[in-house]
């Protein structure tokens, strides 16, 4: 009995400790969480940088710096978070499971708007071709999709690039039937017979909706309005104020991921890194990457120029923000000035 109440009296201490040790072993264990953004590092000096990114080949670079050991070699450490659906990636910052996140610079002013503001450090790429609004057979353009049912995403990019094609062809989102439809389900409602008359899409899956449904066309790309669709890695504000000299560095690896893959020697070896991570075959990935203009130094130069035109940024955003007071989606105007910040890149290039 002696012994009995001796292991006793050792198994109470043992049993509180790993209770107040249970909190902290759950939120390291969670199913889905990274272990990175503000929900368990913050972004603290010595953790990882956590950045979101998905399908879009503007992003599909940062493979290359993954892949080739880009990030350890500028002395950061980064941690890439893959989500396939890129709603969801947004969700995951929203949450603050991110330090940042790949993301259309127009679709941040509404994770802002609600809570989780960001600022764009650099410039990946403006949409150039690939993000496309594709009608069935027998729609051969903007003006005869009045009246007709159009499935997208709702209030993110290819609703901000259906407003503004409706826009330039004398119509409004009350001339269309706006149908919530996940971007990677489009090819099946396009193909659906009583489903949309026309959806909105990014490649790959654009290119996807082309090929599965026989006399589809695209209506309108956004080579119709280069420099609506800026790309941008966008960074929590926090994070960004703790954490820049990592953030100035993870800038640098951008460009040397584009010196990779724009050099002979390395671009046939880059692209089948990128098209490895979406499963595609390389030569398709490279035919459609003419359709993302990618950013080099000189671009973000240009593009991070302020102006209110479309070939800057401030101007895409601009487009944006007014996009989304139309819709209601917030009531007061964003400080688009707070979503861009020029000057890491002009550090890295002034160092270079």
């Given at each position: 009995m002696?012994?009995?109440?001796?292991?006793?009296?050792?198994?109470?201490?043992?049993?509180?400790?790993?209770?107040?040790?249970?909190?902290?072993?759950?939120s390291?264990?969670k199913?889905?969480?990274?272990?990175g953004g503000?929900?368990?590092?913050?972004?603290?000096?010595?953790?990882?940088?956590t950045?979101?990114?998905?399908?879009?080949?503007?992003?599909?670079?940062?493979e290359?710096?993954?892949?080739?050991?880009f990030?350890?070699?500028?002395g950061?450490?980064?941690?890439?978070?893959?989500?396939d659906d890129?709603?969801?990636?947004?969700d995951?910052?929203?949450?603050?499971?991110?330090?940042?996140?790949?993301?259309?610079?127009?679709?941040?002013?509404?994770?802002g708007?609600?809570?989780?503001?960001?600022?764009?450090?650099?410039?990946?790429?403006?949409?150039?071709?690939?993000?496309?609004?594709?009608?069935?057979?027998?729609i051969d353009s903007i003006?005869?999709?009045?009246?007709?049912?159009v499935?997208?995403?709702?209030d993110?990019?290819?609703?901000?690039?259906?407003?503004?094609?409706l826009?330039k062809?004398?119509?409004?989102?009350?001339?269309v039937?706006?149908?919530?439809v996940?971007?990677p389900e489009?090819p099946?409602?396009?193909?659906?017979?009583?489903?949309?008359?026309?959806?909105?899409?990014?490649y790959?899956?654009?290119?996807?909706a082309?090929?599965?449904?026989?006399?589809?066309?695209a209506?309108?790309?956004s080579?119709?309005?280069?420099g609506?669709i800026?790309?941008?890695l966008?960074?929590?504000r926090?994070?960004l104020?703790?954490?820049?000299?990592?953030?100035?560095?993870?800038?640098?690896?951008?460009?040397?991921?584009?010196?990779?893959?724009?050099?002979?020697?390395t671009?046939?070896e880059?692209?089948?890194?990128?098209?490895?991570?979406i499963k595609?075959?390389?030569?398709?990935l490279?035919?459609?990457?003419?359709?993302?203009?990618?950013?080099?130094?000189?671009?973000?130069l240009?593009?991070?120029?302020?102006?209110?035109?479309?070939?800057s940024v401030?101007?895409?955003?601009?487009?944006?923000?007014?996009f989304?007071?139309?819709?209601?989606?917030?009531?007061?105007?964003?400080?688009?000035?707070?979503?861009v910040?020029?000057?890491l890149?002009?550090?890295?290039?002034?160092?270079k």
């Amino acid at each position: 009995m002696h012994n009995r109440k001796r292991f006793a009296l050792l198994l109470v201490p043992c049993l509180l400790l790993g209770l107040a040790l249970l909190p902290f072993a759950a939120s390291g264990c969670k199913k889905g969480d990274s272990g990175g953004g503000k929900g368990s590092n913050g972004g603290k000096s010595g953790s990882a940088l956590t950045i979101g990114y998905s399908d879009w080949p503007g992003w599909l670079v940062w493979e290359i710096a993954n892949q080739k050991g880009f990030f350890k070699d500028a002395g950061v450490d980064v941690k890439l978070e893959w989500f396939d659906d890129y709603g969801k990636s947004i969700d995951a910052f929203a949450a603050k499971k991110l330090n940042a996140l790949l993301v259309v610079c127009g679709d941040s002013l509404t994770t802002g708007a609600k809570g989780q503001p960001s600022t764009a450090i650099v410039l990946t790429d403006f949409s150039n071709g690939n993000d496309k609004i594709i009608g069935k057979k027998g729609i051969d353009s903007i003006k005869e999709l009045k009246g007709k049912t159009v499935g997208l995403e709702v209030d993110l990019v290819e609703h901000i690039l259906l407003d503004y094609a409706l826009r330039k062809n004398g119509m409004t989102d009350a001339d269309v039937t706006i149908k919530p439809v996940a971007t990677p389900e489009t090819p099946q409602a396009l193909a659906a017979e009583k489903g949309v008359d026309a959806v909105g899409a990014w490649y790959p899956i654009s290119g996807q909706a082309l090929k599965q449904v026989a006399g589809s066309k695209a209506l309108y790309t956004s080579a119709d309005a280069p420099g609506l669709i800026y790309d941008a890695l966008h960074v929590d504000r926090e994070s960004l104020a703790t954490r820049r000299d990592d953030w100035k560095k993870v800038v640098g690896v951008w460009f040397r991921c584009l010196d990779f893959l724009n050099d002979k020697k390395t671009h046939d070896e880059a692209v089948g890194i990128m098209a490895k991570r979406i499963k595609v075959a390389a030569a398709d990935l490279a035919k459609n990457l003419e359709g993302t203009k990618l950013l080099d130094r000189d671009g973000n130069l240009k593009a991070l120029d302020k102006r209110e035109t479309l070939d800057s940024v401030y101007g895409s955003l601009k487009n944006a923000n007014d996009f989304y007071l139309r819709r209601k989606v917030y009531t007061n105007s964003q400080n688009i000035d707070r979503y861009v910040d020029a000057s890491l890149v002009q550090e890295v290039i002034a160092k270079k």
